[in-house]
């Protein structure tokens, strides 16, 4: 099994890379940088991974669709290709937790305030989503069904801590990507949401063996 400390290295350095790239507007490195990035996180999931183990399978091939999408996302014209991606990437992280927890366990107290905050910020994006407004209604719902999922896996003990905190990080990371989509392009979107969102993700491969 490859170290997870070695892989969080790895990755860290290349997030490092890609922020710079970013701002120097280096699209050689950032292409780079990010495809090295995502590919850790696919590794580290899978290495931890063994035969039998139902919810990892599940969770190794939402982090493989999650790196997909990024990649998709390095280009302008395959952006709704990657959404699309995403979206499978979250489905079956869905289904990772509902193997880990049937759907019927899950917390109602959890989905109360996500559904409030998911509704929010459905409001806040949907006068500049344009066409792609019932795609990303669709995302919104489907993310927050993630979140609901980790983290009542979590909180009911069949899942450790790292689902349900990488799924929280990986919801917030996509706000950042809305904003910097939809409503404003700015570097502190890139700045704060990819950190975020890479951390989340090897947090959510952390979760696989560690049951």
């Not at 302008?76 to 990437?89: C, S």
């Not at 949907?126 to 069904?145: D, E, K, T």
């Not at 983290?151 to 990507?177: C, E, N, Q």
Request: net charge positive.
């Amino acid at each position: 099994m490859l170290s997870t400390v070695v892989l969080a290295s790895i990755m860290a350095g290349a997030v490092a890379s890609l922020l710079r790239a970013i701002r120097v507007e280096d699209r050689t490195q950032e292409v780079f940088s990010k495809t090295a990035a995502s590919i850790c996180f696919v590794i580290l999931g899978a290495s931890r991974w063994s035969s039998g183990d139902i919810v990892g399978g599940w969770l190794v091939a939402g982090l493989a669709f999650c790196a997909f999408g990024d990649v998709l996302l390095l280009g302008k014209r395959t952006f709704d290709v990657g959404l699309a991606a995403f979206l499978l990437g979250h489905a079956l992280y869905v289904a990772g937790f509902l193997a880990a927890l049937p759907i019927e366990r899950w917390s109602w107290l959890i989905l109360a305030p996500l559904l409030i905050v998911s509704g929010g910020a459905a409001r806040w994006l949907w006068p500049h989503l344009g066409r792609r407004r019932f795609s990303v209604l669709a995302y919104v719902v489907v993310i927050s069904v993630m979140v609901w999922g980790g983290v009542s896996a979590t909180t009911r003990g069949h899942l450790p801590w790292t689902a349900a905190v990488g799924a929280i990080l990986f919801y917030l990371s996509d706000l950042a990507v809305a904003r910097q989509r939809f409503v404003q392009q700015s570097f502190i979107n890139r700045a704060l949401g990819l950190p975020i969102y890479y951390l989340g993700q090897l947090l959510l491969a952390m979760t696989i063996g560690a049951r």
